[in-house]
Nanobody, 124 residues
Framework: QVQLVESGGGLVQAGGSLRLSCAASGRTFSSNAMGWFRQAPGKEREFVAAISWSGASTYYENSVKGRFTISRDNAKNTMYLQMNSLKPEDTAVYYC?????????????????WGQGTQVTVSS
């Protein structure tokens, strides 16, 4: 059974940092693009960042550029999201996702596998 499990969420003050992890099990995703999405209360799930199968290419939503860094360790079958300079508007449930393709994808329907989400709350 394929599983993606996020961890690392929590409560942090504005300006603080968190590092999210996404551990995959059941199959390897070393040949697959992966990404992070988030969903705030009452809003649609939105794209945050994506990374190609090798990690050589990354892409970010404009509001997180320069503050968030996506990375992966294929040997550990794990993806990360380092979040710095957090703002209250970053508050959301963060989901990791894996695609069946190698290249970066930014749309939800490009991803076949999803984690259960981890809550990130940024206080002002």
């Amino acid at each position: 059974q394929v599983q993606l499990v996020e961890s690392g969420g929590g409560l942090v003050q504005a300006g603080g940092s968190l590092r999210l992890s996404c551990a995959a099990s059941g199959r390897t995703f070393s040949s697959n693009a992966m990404g992070w999405f988030r969903q705030a209360p009452g809003k649609e799930r939105e794209f945050v960042a994506a990374i190609s199968w090798s990690g050589a290419s990354t892409y970010y939503e404009n509001s997180v550029k320069g503050r968030f860094t996506i990375s992966r360790d294929n040997a550990k079958n794990t993806m990360y999201l380092q979040m710095n300079s957090l703002k209250p508007e970053d508050t959301a449930v963060y989901y990791c996702a894996a695609s069946e393709v190698r290249i970066i994808a930014t749309r939800k329907n490009n991803y076949e596998y999803w984690g259960q989400g981890t809550q990130v709350t940024v206080s002002s």
